[in-house]
């Protein structure tokens, strides 16, 4: 029997493709996409390419202090971005802050996504009173400014990498609840939910097998986001010494140490790391805002 | 298989209601009917009439604020309704299958045939993913699609809308169910792969058993297909018999409004017949036939209590107390 056919057989078009493929049409986004996926080798890949370790005090000589870019220390070694107070290599240190930021950053986004995700799924799926308690929370804690709730949370728990993750996770699950309780009410509602009810699938099948996947599109956007949104608080809140110990360093805490010499005119250790973090944060937001031009299904051309 | 003899599905003056601020939709109101084995009824009628309720009230998917408050629904003798959720699970997509009608809305668009069929599959029975797949990929030679092995790893956005329908329609056959209601389910389609697909479902029916519930408000697509029609009007029956015979000779006026109302070639040129009136508020029928105000036989006694449903000639059932005899040969 003849039944038309939708497309050549052979080559299966998955969603995943065709977002590639308009994900390209954007050049700045390309951009984007390659310096970030350069900061994220470099992040990874820091000990083996950095030309110093910053950490190791025996390798310090505090005669290579304050240096300006482009110096060779007594060794021979040049420091292309200068060296801060304790002649540290200012890129050596940018390497090893980078990976620090983005590490905080990546996997407490991770976390306040699988956190978020969970409550407002189970919000807009149970309903009632579960539902109130849960948005309840969200409109609450919305309702403050980040770095308030951020900096209280510092003061009560400490420093230290998982606190400030733990606070970071505190602070942004509130958005992820939100949109993906949104997405979902709408989602429930379409037929295919109902099809799968029909087929006798179980509620957890339907709620993370059926409804879930049709709610990333908007996670992955608010995702981008909230991971730059991240690791700005988190320099931040280190920029004002809550943060990260001094000993695992991050961008903000570079910043930090720079800025008392500002002023006199060695103005390398606090710009060099300010750079790389507006670098950062500004490909993360120009992937972000092609993910969410080729995500949405309005403007789909 | 169990040797049950009777029938396959048998309703039995079911009342499904909603409870709304307003007041209560009675949208399913003393509905009776039965479906032997491999036998298809036609359940027709206008938008609002109660039919899909109907079908979602054998699932036992009668969301809130509506509910089934009387009645019976037999299936292979077991009363359904109050169930618990867990029996009826067991039950859906298992031994009754649903086919609904828009296509493109019922395939979850981010997950590939293969892991819906497969899911449908695993739901119900304890076998492999490959011994899955094999079901999936012979369900879907069954309603004729071309090398199943490549539509597997496809997504429904790359099928048309007749394929689509297929592929649904292949899902509800996956576990061999013994009854499928389906949905006004080629409304969407071109009018040539809705022939192709009706052909297909009657010979699925007649070669497996299955019985069919097919919902729908266009008589046409009944005439060719069903054994038995039930005509809805605004929750209740209005007429039910053999298919030829309720369409070529109505007993009931409703009934026979509805078939006036559909274009016809010959009578091309002579203005197009029309029920006069809209269908009352099932909020607030009135107290006689609920088809009365736009009855054109309807006089002082159809205005005072509700007709019964009655069998007016052999195996022809209307609810009407002037049908239209005059016409039976």
Known sequence: ???????????????????????????????????????????????LISPQNPYDLSKLDILDSRLPPGSKSMDGITFWLGTDGQGRDMLSGIFYGLRTSLAVGVFSGILAMVVGMALGLTAAYAGGRTETLIMRLVDLQLSFPTILIALILLAVLGQGVGKIILALVIVQWAYYARTIRGTALVERRREYVEAAICLGLSKPRIIFGHILPNCMPPMIVIGTVQVAGAIALEATLSFLGIGLPITEPSLGLLIANGFEYLLSGKYWISFFPGIALLITIISINLVGDQLRDVLNPRLKR | MTGFAGPTLEVRDLKTHFFTRGGVVKAVDGVSFEIGKGRILGLVGESGSGKSITGFSILGLVDPP??????????????????????????????????????????????????QMIEAVQAHHSVSADDARQRARDALGRVGIPSPDERLKAYPHQFSGGMRQRVAIAIALLNNPELIIADEPTTALDVTIQGQILYEVQKLCRETGTSLIWITHDLSVVAGLADRICVMYAGKLAESGPVDDVL??????????????????????????????????????????????????AQGDCRQAV????????GRLARCIRPHLEDQA
Request: aromatic share 4%.
């Open chain 1, 1 to 47: 029997m003849s039944a038309p056919s939708a497309t050549a057989p052979g080559k299966i078009e998955t969603p995943f493709r065709r977002l590639v493929s308009e994900f390209v049409e954007d050049r700045l986004a390309v951009l984007g996409a390659v310096v970030l996926a350069v900061i994220l080798l470099v992040a990874l890949f820091a000990p």
């Open chain 2, 248 to 297: 070529d000779r109505p007993l009931h006026p409703y009934t026979k409004g509805l078939l006036g109302s559909v274009p016809s070639r010959n009578r091309r040129g002579s203005p197009l017949a029309q029920i006069p009136g809209m269908t009352p508020s099932l909020m607030s029928l009135p107290d006689g036939c609920a088809f009365a105000d736009r009855c054109p036989r």
């Open chain 2, 66 to 115: 509506g509910r089934v408050v009387e009645g019976e629904i037999r299936f292979k003798g077991e009363n359904l309704v109050d169930q618990p959720e867990e029996r009826l699970r067991a039950i859906r997509g298992n031994r009754i299958a649903m086919i609904f009608q828009d296509p493109m809305m019922t395939l979850n668009p981010v997950l590939r045939i293969d892991t």
């Open chain 2, 307 to 314: 007709p019964p449903m009655a069998e007016i000639l052999p």
